[in-house]
Structure formats: C-alpha cells, structure tokens
C-alpha cells in the first residue's frame, strides 16, 4: 500500500512541476511574459512587430435555415518573430485579437531569408518558417475553398481554406513552385529553366 501511495505522490509532484514549468518556459519579451489572453496590442508592445504575419477567417452560423440565422466571423492571425541563432523562433496564433496558443518552431536567422537550401525544405513546414529561411516568393497566388461542417441542429462551421503557391528562384538553378494548405507547406514542384 506504502509503494502505491509513494508512486502517486510522485506522480502528483511531476503534474505539478510540469504545470509550473508552462509559465517558466513561457514567451518573454523585454522582460515581460506573453501569456494566454494577452491582447495583440499588448504583445506588440512587448514583442515588437512580427517579420511575417498570416491571417485568415473563419464564421460560426447559429440557427441555419431557421428563421434567424446569425454568422459570427472569427478572426486568426498567426504572428511569427525570430529572435537570432541561438533563439528557437516562436509563432503566436490570436483568435479575435486575443493570444490562444504559442509555438516552438526550429531555431532562428542571423538574417532572415539568407539560409534558403530549397532542396532541404519538407512539408509540414509554416509559411513563416519558409519565410525565415528564403526569404518572400517572387511570385505568389492564393485561392480559398470553402468548407460547412453542420451538426443537424442548426449549426454550422463555416472555413475558408486558403492554398497559397509560392514560386521561388535561385541564381541559374530551376525554380521551385511551393503549394501550401492553410499556411502549411504540402507539395514543392522542380519547374523547368
């Protein structure tokens, strides 16, 4: 009984380490830290400006096809900074202008978009992380599809997907075009010379 009793009190101390650790670990910016909640201009205040910056919608419908139907547009902006070599880079999403998550992505540039190996991008990689490594496309397209998730009582979910194309070039190398699924990149294409 003594070892299952010591083993919970173990197991109650590591929850409670790694809950206090969240806000050790958290984003600090001129000595401030970036919680959850924290308004974006807040965040800006402490953090400066972002390098790159994706928003998108997406509209919550209450009472669809009743006879009062309400839309409710939700705003999404994901801000990335990166902070130098010996600092991971961190992306911010805001739901409505508010801070709801933030993201460890790899470490970050002595100078941004002077890294750019385009054979050494994968997928799963964030537009703002493409961005840190090489820099802005040199040419780029966007298109939305739209996706209703109902559940049968009236409600729906309503999403804009937004595929982007990224086309980028390197000195006498063939071209890249870059497809990217909702600020993530999906597909990387060689174009002919």
């Known amino acids: 009984m003594k070892s299952v009793w010591m083993s919970a009190a173990k197991a109650a101390i590591a929850l409670l380490c790694a809950s206090t650790m969240g806000d050790a670990l ?27 910056v994706e928003r998108y919608s997406e509209y919550q419908v209450i009472g669809e096809f009743a006879p009062l139907q309400r ?9 990335y900074y990166n902070f130098g070599p010996n600092t991971l880079m961190r992306r911010l999403v805001f739901l409505d202008n508010r801070l709801r998550r933030e993201d460890t992505l790899g470490y970050g540039h002595v100078t941004l978009g002077k890294d750019c ?16 490594r090489c ?5 780029d397209d966007t298109r939305y599809v739209e996706q209703v998730v109902r559940d049968g009582a009236g409600n729906a979910r309503e999403r804009i ?3 982007d194309e990224w086309m980028y070039r390197q000195g006498s190398r063939a071209p890249r075009l870059m497809t990217f699924q909702d600020g993530r990149l999906e597909t990387i294409e060689r174009l002919r010379k």
């Not at 401030?32 to 790159?52: A, K, L, M, Q």
């Open 26 to 52: 958290a984003l600090r910016c001129k000595g401030r830290i970036v919680s959850t909640n924290d308004h974006r201009f807040e965040v800006e205040e402490r953090c400066g400006e972002p390098y790159w």
């Open 71 to 79: 839309t409710i547009e939700h705003r999404i902006e994901a801000w």
């Open 117 to 132: 190996d385009l054979d050494a991008l994968v997928p799963g990689l964030s537009t703002g992380e493409v961005v840190a």
């Open 135 to 139: 820099g802005t496309p040199a040419a």
């Open 161 to 163: 997907i937004r595929q």
